[in-house]
Protein backbone atom coordinates (compact mmCIF):
# COMPACT_ATOMS: atom_id res chain seq x y z
CA UNK A 1 0.00 0.00 0.00
CA UNK A 2 0.88 3.84 -0.68
CA UNK A 3 0.35 6.82 0.56
CA UNK A 4 0.62 9.98 -0.24
CA UNK A 5 0.51 13.60 1.19
CA UNK A 6 -2.80 15.46 0.38
CA UNK A 7 -0.53 19.00 1.14
CA UNK A 8 1.78 18.28 -2.64
CA UNK A 9 -0.39 16.48 -5.04
CA UNK A 10 0.66 16.85 -9.16
CA UNK A 11 -1.70 19.90 -9.78
CA UNK A 12 -1.58 17.96 -13.66
CA UNK A 13 -1.28 14.35 -14.34
CA UNK A 14 -1.00 13.14 -17.55
CA UNK A 15 -1.72 9.29 -18.49
CA UNK A 16 -0.41 7.64 -21.43
CA UNK A 17 -3.03 4.48 -21.00
CA UNK A 18 -1.20 1.49 -22.97
CA UNK A 19 -1.73 -2.17 -22.92
CA UNK A 20 -5.49 -2.46 -23.75
CA UNK A 21 -4.40 -4.66 -26.81
CA UNK A 22 -2.05 -6.87 -25.16
CA UNK A 23 -4.61 -7.35 -22.15
CA UNK A 24 -7.22 -8.68 -24.63
CA UNK A 25 -4.88 -11.50 -26.49
CA UNK A 26 -3.72 -12.29 -23.41
CA UNK A 27 -7.26 -13.58 -22.79
CA UNK A 28 -7.99 -14.97 -26.69
CA UNK A 29 -10.31 -11.82 -26.54
CA UNK A 30 -10.70 -9.20 -29.39
CA UNK A 31 -8.52 -5.90 -28.62
CA UNK A 32 -11.92 -4.23 -28.58
CA UNK A 33 -12.81 -6.22 -25.24
CA UNK A 34 -9.09 -4.64 -23.81
CA UNK A 35 -10.45 -1.14 -25.07
CA UNK A 36 -13.68 -2.17 -23.29
CA UNK A 37 -11.72 -3.00 -19.76
CA UNK A 38 -9.25 0.04 -20.33
CA UNK A 39 -12.37 2.00 -20.08
CA UNK A 40 -13.44 0.48 -16.85
CA UNK A 41 -9.83 1.28 -16.00
CA UNK A 42 -10.81 5.53 -16.99
CA UNK A 43 -13.50 5.70 -14.66
CA UNK A 44 -12.13 4.08 -11.62
CA UNK A 45 -9.02 6.47 -12.02
CA UNK A 46 -11.08 9.79 -13.03
CA UNK A 47 -12.83 9.01 -9.87
CA UNK A 48 -10.13 8.76 -7.70
CA UNK A 49 -8.74 12.18 -9.31
CA UNK A 50 -11.48 13.86 -8.33
CA UNK A 51 -11.62 12.29 -5.03
CA UNK A 52 -7.39 13.23 -4.37
CA UNK A 53 -7.98 16.58 -5.33
CA UNK A 54 -6.02 16.57 -8.40
CA UNK A 55 -6.44 19.93 -10.59
CA UNK A 56 -6.49 18.26 -14.07
CA UNK A 57 -6.13 15.04 -15.60
CA UNK A 58 -5.14 14.73 -19.50
CA UNK A 59 -5.93 11.03 -20.70
CA UNK A 60 -4.45 9.96 -24.43
CA UNK A 61 -7.58 8.47 -25.27
CA UNK A 62 -6.97 8.17 -29.15
CA UNK A 63 -3.97 9.81 -30.89
CA UNK A 64 -3.84 11.66 -34.29
CA UNK A 65 -2.19 8.10 -35.57
CA UNK A 66 -4.54 5.71 -34.24
CA UNK A 67 -6.85 6.48 -36.95
CA UNK A 68 -4.36 3.99 -39.06
CA UNK A 69 -5.60 1.27 -37.10
CA UNK A 70 -8.16 -1.24 -38.67
CA UNK A 71 -11.43 0.26 -39.35
CA UNK A 72 -13.17 -2.18 -37.09
CA UNK A 73 -10.95 -1.03 -34.10
CA UNK A 74 -11.47 2.90 -34.17
CA UNK A 75 -15.03 2.42 -34.32
CA UNK A 76 -15.32 0.31 -31.62
CA UNK A 77 -12.76 3.07 -29.86
CA UNK A 78 -15.26 5.96 -31.45
CA UNK A 79 -18.06 3.80 -29.48
CA UNK A 80 -16.55 3.43 -26.48
CA UNK A 81 -15.35 6.58 -26.05
CA UNK A 82 -19.60 7.94 -26.92
CA UNK A 83 -20.40 5.35 -24.42
CA UNK A 84 -17.83 6.85 -21.94
CA UNK A 85 -19.31 10.27 -22.72
CA UNK A 86 -22.92 9.61 -22.25
CA UNK A 87 -22.46 7.47 -19.10
CA UNK A 88 -20.40 9.61 -17.21
CA UNK A 89 -22.24 13.00 -18.21
CA UNK A 90 -24.34 12.89 -14.80
CA UNK A 91 -21.42 12.11 -12.74
CA UNK A 92 -19.19 14.69 -14.10
CA UNK A 93 -21.50 17.51 -13.70
CA UNK A 94 -22.31 16.56 -10.03
CA UNK A 95 -18.80 16.43 -8.83
CA UNK A 96 -18.30 19.76 -10.87
CA UNK A 97 -15.50 17.99 -13.03
CA UNK A 98 -14.71 20.56 -16.14
CA UNK A 99 -14.42 17.91 -19.36
CA UNK A 100 -12.56 19.57 -22.34
CA UNK A 101 -10.84 17.87 -25.37
CA UNK A 102 -7.72 18.70 -26.78
CA UNK A 103 -6.71 17.64 -30.40
CA UNK A 104 -8.15 17.50 -34.37
CA UNK A 105 -11.69 16.96 -33.37
CA UNK A 106 -12.69 17.67 -36.59
CA UNK A 107 -11.77 14.43 -37.99
CA UNK A 108 -13.98 12.44 -34.90
CA UNK A 109 -17.52 11.06 -36.14
CA UNK A 110 -20.67 13.10 -35.30
CA UNK A 111 -21.69 10.28 -33.42
CA UNK A 112 -18.99 11.53 -30.85
CA UNK A 113 -19.56 15.25 -31.50
CA UNK A 114 -22.65 15.16 -30.59
CA UNK A 115 -22.35 14.14 -27.25
CA UNK A 116 -19.30 15.62 -26.39
CA UNK A 117 -19.45 19.16 -27.35
CA UNK A 118 -22.80 19.62 -25.28
CA UNK A 119 -20.97 18.36 -22.60
CA UNK A 120 -17.96 20.50 -22.96
CA UNK A 121 -20.05 23.73 -22.90
CA UNK A 122 -21.90 22.04 -19.93
CA UNK A 123 -19.32 21.40 -18.07
CA UNK A 124 -17.32 24.75 -18.91
CA UNK A 125 -17.80 27.01 -15.59
CA UNK A 126 -17.08 23.32 -13.34
CA UNK A 127 -13.81 24.18 -11.45
CA UNK A 128 -12.80 21.17 -9.30
CA UNK A 129 -11.29 19.34 -11.95
CA UNK A 130 -10.34 19.53 -15.61
CA UNK A 131 -10.53 16.40 -17.42
CA UNK A 132 -8.79 16.45 -20.40
CA UNK A 133 -9.06 13.76 -23.25
CA UNK A 134 -6.60 13.71 -25.72
CA UNK A 135 -8.61 12.35 -29.05
CA UNK A 136 -7.25 12.89 -32.62
CA UNK A 137 -4.39 14.17 -30.34
CA UNK A 138 -0.56 14.58 -31.65
CA UNK A 139 1.50 16.81 -29.42
CA UNK A 140 3.68 17.61 -33.18
CA UNK A 141 0.16 18.46 -34.60
CA UNK A 142 -0.39 20.79 -31.56
CA UNK A 143 2.85 22.41 -31.91
CA UNK A 144 2.10 22.78 -35.58
CA UNK A 145 -0.75 24.28 -35.35
CA UNK A 146 0.18 26.88 -32.82
CA UNK A 147 2.95 27.25 -35.13
CA UNK A 148 0.78 28.05 -37.95
CA UNK A 149 -1.05 30.40 -36.07
CA UNK A 150 1.29 32.68 -35.04
CA UNK A 151 2.56 32.78 -38.40
CA UNK A 152 -0.56 34.30 -39.68
CA UNK A 153 -0.28 36.62 -37.12
CA UNK A 154 2.89 37.90 -37.98
CA UNK A 155 2.01 37.75 -41.51
CA UNK A 156 -1.06 39.87 -40.44
CA UNK A 157 1.02 42.49 -39.24
CA UNK A 158 -0.58 41.71 -35.60
CA UNK A 159 2.28 40.07 -33.86
CA UNK A 160 6.35 41.06 -34.00
CA UNK A 161 8.34 38.38 -34.32
CA UNK A 162 10.52 39.04 -31.72
CA UNK A 163 7.71 38.69 -28.94
CA UNK A 164 7.46 34.97 -29.92
CA UNK A 165 9.28 33.00 -27.34
CA UNK A 166 8.45 30.13 -25.40
CA UNK A 167 5.49 31.05 -23.24
CA UNK A 168 3.98 32.89 -25.93
CA UNK A 169 3.87 29.59 -27.74
CA UNK A 170 2.70 27.40 -25.31
CA UNK A 171 0.09 29.64 -24.15
CA UNK A 172 -1.36 28.60 -27.52
CA UNK A 173 -1.38 25.06 -26.89
CA UNK A 174 -4.75 23.65 -25.96
CA UNK A 175 -3.03 20.92 -23.66
CA UNK A 176 -1.42 23.56 -21.70
CA UNK A 177 -5.10 24.88 -20.79
CA UNK A 178 -4.74 23.89 -17.40
CA UNK A 179 -1.14 24.59 -16.77
CA UNK A 180 2.61 22.18 -17.45
CA UNK A 181 2.07 18.36 -16.65
CA UNK A 182 3.36 17.46 -13.43
CA UNK A 183 3.48 13.99 -13.90
CA UNK A 184 3.66 11.65 -16.67
CA UNK A 185 2.19 8.11 -16.39
CA UNK A 186 2.47 5.40 -18.90
CA UNK A 187 1.57 1.64 -18.76
CA UNK A 188 2.32 -1.47 -20.82
CA UNK A 189 5.47 -1.66 -20.31
CA UNK A 190 7.17 0.89 -23.08
CA UNK A 191 9.34 3.95 -21.95
CA UNK A 192 8.27 6.80 -24.33
CA UNK A 193 6.03 9.47 -24.67
CA UNK A 194 4.31 8.68 -28.33
CA UNK A 195 3.41 12.16 -29.27
CA UNK A 196 2.71 13.00 -25.61
CA UNK A 197 1.78 16.32 -24.27
CA UNK A 198 5.49 17.29 -25.79
CA UNK A 199 5.79 20.74 -24.97
CA UNK A 200 4.30 20.74 -21.68
CA UNK A 201 6.36 17.69 -20.97
CA UNK A 202 9.68 19.75 -20.58
CA UNK A 203 9.78 19.15 -17.15
CA UNK A 204 7.36 16.72 -16.15
CA UNK A 205 7.95 14.10 -14.09
CA UNK A 206 7.70 10.54 -15.18
CA UNK A 207 6.81 6.93 -13.83
CA UNK A 208 6.42 3.89 -15.92
CA UNK A 209 4.33 0.93 -15.25
CA UNK A 210 4.65 -2.19 -16.77
CA UNK A 211 1.09 -3.29 -15.60
CA UNK A 212 -1.58 -3.21 -19.09
CA UNK A 213 -4.17 -0.05 -18.65
CA UNK A 214 -6.69 -2.24 -17.83
CA UNK A 215 -5.12 -3.75 -14.70
CA UNK A 216 -3.91 -0.25 -13.36
CA UNK A 217 -5.22 0.21 -9.85
CA UNK A 218 -5.86 2.80 -7.57
CA UNK A 219 -2.82 1.80 -5.68
CA UNK A 220 -1.17 2.08 -9.02
CA UNK A 221 -1.97 5.69 -8.81
CA UNK A 222 -0.67 6.33 -5.35
CA UNK A 223 2.58 4.61 -6.23
CA UNK A 224 2.84 7.36 -9.10
CA UNK A 225 1.95 10.14 -6.59
CA UNK A 226 3.92 8.77 -3.82
CA UNK A 227 6.91 8.82 -6.33
CA UNK A 228 6.83 11.81 -7.44
CA UNK A 229 6.70 13.38 -3.77
CA UNK A 230 10.02 11.95 -2.76
CA UNK A 231 11.47 13.54 -6.38
CA UNK A 232 13.15 16.88 -6.20
CA UNK A 233 11.85 18.48 -8.93
CA UNK A 234 14.66 21.49 -10.07
CA UNK A 235 13.48 23.04 -13.30
CA UNK A 236 17.21 23.65 -14.24
CA UNK A 237 18.44 24.97 -10.73
CA UNK A 238 20.56 23.14 -8.67
CA UNK A 239 18.95 22.22 -5.27
CA UNK A 240 20.19 24.27 -3.12
CA UNK A 241 18.23 27.18 -5.03
CA UNK A 242 15.10 25.21 -4.87
CA UNK A 243 15.02 24.83 -0.81
CA UNK A 244 15.61 28.47 -1.30
CA UNK A 245 12.94 29.08 -3.26
CA UNK A 246 10.76 26.56 -1.46
CA UNK A 247 11.18 28.32 1.88
CA UNK A 248 10.57 31.73 0.57
CA UNK A 249 7.07 30.22 -0.09
CA UNK A 250 6.20 28.48 3.22
CA UNK A 251 6.87 25.72 1.69
CA UNK A 252 9.19 21.97 2.61
CA UNK A 253 11.09 20.24 0.24
CA UNK A 254 9.92 16.50 -0.50
CA UNK A 255 11.30 14.37 1.81
CA UNK A 256 14.11 12.05 0.75
CA UNK A 257 13.49 8.57 -0.43
CA UNK A 258 14.23 6.77 2.55
CA UNK A 259 12.06 8.27 4.48
CA UNK A 260 9.05 6.74 5.53
CA UNK A 261 5.39 8.47 5.05
CA UNK A 262 4.60 10.27 8.82
CA UNK A 263 6.14 13.46 8.02
CA UNK A 264 4.65 16.14 10.47
CA UNK A 265 1.82 17.86 9.63
CA UNK A 266 1.30 15.50 6.48
CA UNK A 267 -2.03 15.08 5.59
CA UNK A 268 -2.19 11.39 4.46
CA UNK A 269 -3.81 9.54 2.15
CA UNK A 270 -4.29 5.83 0.85
CA UNK A 271 -6.24 4.07 -1.98
CA UNK A 272 -9.65 2.77 -1.13
CA UNK A 273 -10.37 0.23 0.78
CA UNK A 274 -6.92 0.87 2.95
CA UNK A 275 -6.24 1.68 6.30
CA UNK A 276 -3.71 4.42 7.21
CA UNK A 277 -2.88 2.75 9.96
CA UNK A 278 -1.38 -0.39 8.71
CA UNK A 279 2.50 -0.85 7.54
CA UNK A 280 3.62 1.66 4.84
CA UNK A 281 5.43 0.57 1.91
CA UNK A 282 6.83 3.60 -0.34
C1 LIG B 1 -3.44 2.00 -26.21
O1 LIG B 1 -3.42 0.60 -26.02
C2 LIG B 1 -4.77 2.52 -25.94
C3 LIG B 1 -5.53 3.18 -26.85
C4 LIG B 1 -5.08 3.45 -28.22
C5 LIG B 1 -6.90 3.63 -26.54
C6 LIG B 1 -7.17 4.01 -25.12
C7 LIG B 1 -8.64 3.94 -24.92
C8 LIG B 1 -9.27 3.58 -23.78
C9 LIG B 1 -8.54 3.35 -22.52
C10 LIG B 1 -10.75 3.41 -23.70
C11 LIG B 1 -11.59 4.50 -24.25
C12 LIG B 1 -11.29 5.83 -23.67
C13 LIG B 1 -12.12 6.55 -22.87
C14 LIG B 1 -11.70 7.89 -22.41
C15 LIG B 1 -13.43 6.06 -22.44
P1 LIG B 1 -3.12 -0.34 -27.26
O2 LIG B 1 -4.39 -0.64 -27.94
O3 LIG B 1 -2.08 0.29 -28.14
O4 LIG B 1 -2.55 -1.59 -26.54
P2 LIG B 1 -1.38 -2.56 -27.03
O5 LIG B 1 -0.10 -1.78 -26.95
O6 LIG B 1 -1.42 -3.66 -26.02
O7 LIG B 1 -1.72 -3.03 -28.41
Redesign the pocket.
Known amino acids: MHFVDARNLPRHIGI ?10 ARGEP ?1 EA ?3 A ?2 A ?2 RRIVRLCRRLGVDALT ?5 EQ ?1 WA ?1 PAG ?1 VDA ?1 MG ?2 R ?3 VSERDEILENDIRLVAIGDLSRLPEAVREVLDPLRGASSRNGKMTLA ?1 ALSYGGREEIATAARQLAVEVAAGTLDPSAIDAALLGARLPSLGAGDPDLILRT ?1 G ?1 FRLSNFLLYGAAYAELAFFDR ?3 DFTEDDLFAAISSYQRRERRFGLIGRQVAGMLASLGETPNPPEEETPGTPGAALLTPPGASPSSSASV
Open positions: IMDGNGRWAERGHKGSAVLYAFSNRELLLEFLLGELWP
